[in-house]
């Protein structure tokens, strides 16, 4: 999928936040949106993955697979189905055992594997009859990471991705986003290099101010 922002802008009050944002996003490649905290990289990304409406400018959605590989339009409001999103403040069911998150999100996306296979995938074997609420904040950082690189669309956003990860589970991290497919579109929103240092392109979101 390729993504198309012409003119995008957002802003709260009076206040930008970005502005004249214009960009292709090519599908296959990673972006790196950097930025100190408070900047509006998480805005910047809500935008692109619809959660917020942009104050100025437009976003459009084109895949190419169709035949003969035309660029066909998206409709806006079907673009979620292809969105696949790991923040350190989205919300996870409390009260879900493991098994039981996996179970639920992959009814509304598909998994790129047999979803018991995830279990393996996550590595996290002493959770898994344990309900979320007693899950460290680094466990559960873990298990948004995982629901987001196993779903199987065309975008991955992903939001401080190593928030609240210890070494191994930040190696983890690493290792689960190369084992993506080549065709993903994906987002890094980070203020940390090791975070996004198999970007193909980064952008300063303080270039759109």
């Given amino acids: 999928m390729k993504v198309i ?3 995008l802008g957002k802003r709260f009050n009076r206040e930008w936040v970005f ?5 292709t996003f090519q599908a296959g490649k990673r972006y ?17 993955w619809g959660q917020m409406q942009a104050s100025s400018g437009t976003i459009t959605f084109h895949s190419s697979d169709t035949p003969h590989n035309q660029n066909t339009e998206i409709d806006p409001n079907q673009v979620f ?19 039981e ?3 639920f999100h992959f009814k509304f996306k598909p998994c790129r594997i047999p ?10 074997p002493a959770t898994t009859s344990k309900p979320i609420s007693q899950y460290s904040s680094g466990m559960r950082q873990r298990l948004k990471l995982a629901l987001a690189f196993y779903s199987e669309t065309a975008l991955l956003f992903l939001d401080e991705p190593c928030t609240n990860l210890d070494q191994a589970s930040a190696r983890w991290y690493h290792d689960q986003l190369n084992e993506i497919p080549s065709n993903t579109l994906v987002f890094i ?15 300063d979101i303080l270039d759109y101010k």
């Fill in 115 to 124: 979803p018991h296979h995830l279990l393996e995938k996550i590595n996290l």
């Fill in 32 to 48: 790196a949106i950097t930025g100190p905290n408070g900047s509006g990289k998480s805005t910047l990304m809500q935008v692109l």
């Fill in 189 to 203: 929103a980070s203020n940390q290099e090791h975070e996004y240092a198999s970007a193909d392109y980064k952008i």
């Fill in 101 to 103: 998150m996996i179970d």
């Fill in 81 to 99: 189905k292809q969105v696949a999103i790991a923040a350190p403040y989205m919300d996870l069911i409390e009260e879900f055992s493991l098994r």
């Fill in 19 to 23: 502005r004249n944002f214009n960009y």
């Fill in 5 to 7: 922002a012409n003119n």
